[in-house]
T-cell receptor, first 113, second 110 residues
């Protein structure tokens, strides 16, 4: 089984809809991250969390919110989706005790019409 | 100015060729450096860390030049399976600011 899972893997939605992307991990890592990837722009950090009570904005947090429900779960919400939020979204985890390597989930491809 | 800049390529090389990618970073306080590999429509995966002294893993060599603020990745004896996008990653000294390059596309041709 994958260590970092994301649901859904693909989603098509309409402008104005609320969307939640979920991430779960079995690696036991405290640190979790949400990124989006766009052609020509690379991976950009949206939010990150170092433990259940810790939420931090990343480079591009506007239009997004997150919830860290447990050590193993980190959800990303788009309260009112817009077309320029169409992208590939990745969740990642890391453990500072073993360096800064990030372990990514398989990604969620989101299309906002 | 972007924190990290990479030549997007694409690089199309024949099997057996040697190919090198560079990545420049803007913040001299950057502390950690990595190369990740990303296959089409897949998640990025760590290829190797980059150390000040340079490091080698089989056909792959990574180097860091702090004075000029760039990191490099050299692939020798390219294989078809090396075809992928290679991302450089720079971490600032706070340990919680990860900056990814846009990636360099490599296609190894038979």
């Amino acid at each position: 089984d994958a260590d970092v899972t994301q649901t859904p893997r693909n989603r098509i939605t309409k402008t104005g809809k609320r969307i939640m992307l979920e991430c779960s991990q079995t690696k036991g890592h405290d640190r979790m991250y949400w990124y989006r990837q766009d052609p020509g722009l690379g991976l950009r950090l949206i939010y990150y969390s170092f433990d259940v009570k810790d939420i931090n904005k990343g480079e591009i947090s506007d239009g997004y919110s997150v919830s860290r429900q447990a050590q193993a779960k980190f959800s990303l919400s788009l309260e009112s989706a817009i077309p320029n939020q169409t992208a590939l979204y990745f969740c990642a985890t890391s453990d500072p005790g073993i360096g800064d390597e990030q372990f990514f989930g398989p990604g969620t491809r989101l299309t906002v019409l | 100015r972007k924190e990290v800049e990479q030549d997007p390529g694409p690089f199309n090389v024949p099997e057996g060729a040697t190919v090198a990618f560079n990545c420049t970073y803007s913040n001299s306080a950057s502390q950690s450096f990595f190369w990740y590999r990303q296959d089409c429509r897949k998640e990025p995966k760590l290829l190797m860390s980059v150390y000040s002294s340079g490091n080698e893993d089989g056909r792959f060599t990574a180097q860091l030049n702090r004075a000029s603020q760039y990191i490099s990745l050299l692939i020798r004896d390219s294989k078809l399976s090396d075809s992928a996008t290679y991302l450089c990653v720079v971490i600032l000294n706070t340990g919680n600011q990860f900056y990814f390059g846009t990636g360099t596309s490599l296609t190894v041709i038979p």
